[in-house]
């Protein structure tokens, strides 16, 4: 199975910085990358897929960034709604597999 | 819009069994793979199994194999998911969730499944 790392699992930043996410991948997944936003208490839902693809409605403060085994996550300015889990996913091979998250919240 | 509501969830005795069921509404069923994706409490996400648009191909994360079927009914617009001999480890919030050949792009709200005796 591929292993996804995600770091850091926490960080606590002010509103209107800019957060950068990282995960890596056990072996090259070429872009099959996506991140997902968890909110507390709701399901999860897709932001980037295919590594930098901005799914459709989402703000454009969201960028996602990499391939192979290197890839980032970017809120460009934090906002308060962007108080959430995220976590990446890979898509290369089954299982599918979820990085461990990283919980974001604002200073 | 995209619905996705889970039901049969509930508190089951370690060994028993559980069917869990989607229902799907607002797009065409049988153009989307379909999949369960669970999180224990306070824990991550783990995708249990996935299915192909017409049932021909189903993946089981390891740890549910032989345990777990994952079926769909594209005339009822229904996912399912039988889960058999539970322990512990599998109580979580189990979510049907459009996608798996790629990604996730819709999700329902969850059905908790608690294994204790």
């Known amino acids: 199975d591929i292993q996804m790392t995600q770091s850091p699992s926490s960080l606590s930043a002010s509103v209107g910085d800019r957060v950068t996410i990282t995960c890596q991948a056990s072996?090259?997944?070429?872009?099959?990358l996506n991140w997902y936003q968890q909110q507390p208490g709701k399901a999860p839902k897709l932001l980037i897929y295919d590594a930098s693809d901005l799914q459709t409605g989402v703000p454009s403060r969201f960028s996602g960034s990499g391939s192979g085994t290197h890839f980032s996550f970017t809120i460009s300015s934090l906002q308060s709604e962007d108080i959430a889990t995220y976590y990446c996913?890979?898509?290369?091979?089954?299982?599918?597999?979820f990085g461990g998250g990283t919980k974001v919240d604002i200073k | 819009e995209v619905y996705l509501v889970e039901s049969g969830g509930g508190l089951v005795q370690p060994g028993g069994s559980l069917r869990l069921s989607c229902a799907a509404s607002g797009f065409t069923f049988s153009d989307y793979w379909m999949s369960w994706v669970r999180q224990a409490p306070g824990k991550g996400l783990e995708c249990v199994a996935n299915i192909n648009r017409d049932g021909s191909e189903k993946y089981y994360v390891d740890s549910v194999k032989g345990r777990f079927t994952i079926s769909r009914d594209n005339a009822k617009n229904s996912l399912s998911l039988q889960v058999n001999s539970l322990r512990a480890e599998d109580t979580a919030l189990y979510y049907c969730a459009r996608g798996g050949y790629r990604r996730f792009d819709s999700w329902g709200q969850g059905a908790l499944v608690t294994v204790s005796s």
């Open positions: 072996q090259d997944i070429r872009n099959c």
């Open positions: 996913q890979q898509c290369h091979n089954y299982p599918l597999t």
